[in-house]
């Protein structure tokens, strides 16, 4: 079983930064991908940011120039810089990471970013 726990979320003043760390229970190697989603409307959580295996990377159009992800393989962990924070990104954040060979799917428990104007 993964585990996933994050970190670095908080209250932030529009415009301002924060960073998100996801702490991984085994090798960020493990994986095919680790990122970052967000709950979005209603309750079906969106892409935010997620880094592939093959060493791509894939953004939601909106995080594009603001939001920077990468992996730190010291502490098997996933970050988020996030930066130019609007209120619109106000939101739940989860961890998200894929295993093979069965491509299970595994959740950090979400983490509140709020932004105010």
């Known amino acids: 079983q993964v585990q996933l726990v994050e970190s670095g979320g908080g209250s932030v003043q529009a415009g301002g930064s924060l960073r998100l760390s996801c702490a991984a229970s085994?090798?960020?190697?493990?994986?095919?991908?680790m990122g970052w989603y967000r709950r979005g409307p209603g309750d079906e959580r969106e892409l935010v940011a997620e880094a592939y295996a093959d060493g791509g990377i894939r953004y939601v159009d909106d995080a594009l120039g603001r939001f920077a992800i990468s992996k730190n393989s010291a502490n098997n962990a996933v970050i988020l810089q996030m930066n130019s924070l609007a209120p619109e990104d106000t939101d739940v954040y989860y961890c998200?990471?894929?295993?093979?060979?069965?491509?299970?799917?595994?959740w950090g428990q979400g983490i509140q970013v709020t932004v105010f104007s």
């Open positions: 998200h990471a894929v295993q093979p060979p069965q491509m299970t799917e595994y």
């Open positions: 085994k090798s960020a190697s493990t994986f095919t991908a």
